[in-house]
Nanobody
């Protein structure tokens, strides 16, 4: 079965950086769209970034554009989220999701993913 395992979260000061990783298994990773979402306490889960199957196309939430970068290494079955210039409002549990085979990276499609990781906590102190 599909497994998605996130890592790389932690506590960082405002202005700092973190890189999240999501290792996938159970499917041919290289043909699936992937996405990152986050959920802060008391808030709904929200789209952060998406990447298509070969990494040629990406999309970002307005709140993270210019600060976050999504990438993937299909040889390692891993998708990454490089987060720079972190702000306290970025504090959340971050989840990766596996989209559809050669699928859309639009937030509304990725949010319908059947497969999600367990999440990794990111805390940004002011």
């Amino acid at each position: 079965q599909v497994q998605l395992v996130e890592s790389g979260g932690g506590l960082v000061q405002a202005g700092g950086s973190l890189r999240l990783s999501c290792a996938a298994s159970g499917r041919t990773f290289s043909v699936y769209a992937m996405g990152w979402f986050r959920q802060a306490p008391g808030k709904e889960r929200e789209f952060v970034a998406g990447i298509n199957y070969n990494g040629a196309s990406t999309d970002y939430a307005d709140s993270v554009k210019g600060r976050f970068t999504i990438s993937r290494d299909n040889a390692k079955n891993t998708v990454y989220l490089q987060m720079n210039s972190l702000k306290p409002e970025d504090t959340a549990v971050y989840y990766c999701a596996m989209g559809q085979r050669y699928g859309s990276i639009r937030s509304e499609r990725l949010s319908q993913s059947d497969y999600w990781g367990q999440g990794t906590q990111v805390t940004v102190s002011s």
